[in-house]
């Protein structure tokens, strides 16, 4: 199975999720779901930057779950995320960013960022806040 995201710890707090822009299967968005339930068994604050830069358009209903996933994990993210910074290039991801959210409101701040730079830096203030 192809990864559709790879989730990069080492730099905890801040966590960054890459898109790998593989094609995206219902297998690898179920997996890239279980690893972000998983980032906050750890019960630490932390910030997230999600790179989408490369990130393939998931299907209608791959948006649904997405936004199914945010609310059922509203409170534990609520609890332990300070933040997301998003990166997004492509006029198609943030329009599907923004579908996902008039179904389920992102539950934490979070900034939509044009380069990696801003974005770091986003999340850093969220962190220091």
């Known amino acids: 199975m192809s990864l559709y995201a790879e989730i990069d710890k080492s730099r905890f707090p801040v966590v960054t999720v890459t898109f790998t822009g593989k094609s995206l299967s ?4 179920v997996e890239y779901l279980n690893e972000l339930t998983a980032l906050y068994a750890a019960k630490e604050k932390l910030a997230i930057i999600f790179d989408a830069r490369n990130a393939p358009l ?9 936004a199914a996933w945010l609310k059922e994990n509203e409170n534990v993210m609520r609890e332990y995320c300070l933040g997301t910074a998003y990166v997004i290039t492509k006029v198609a991801v943030r329009m599907i960013l923004r579908m996902i959210f008039a179904i389920t409101s992102q539950p934490v701040p979070f900034e939509v960022c044009s380069n990696m730079d801003d974005a770091e830096e986003w999340v850093m203030d969220q962190l220091s806040a």
């Open 58 to 66: 998931p299907s209608l209903n791959q948006q649904q779950r997405q």
């Open 26 to 29: 219902n297998d690898s968005f």
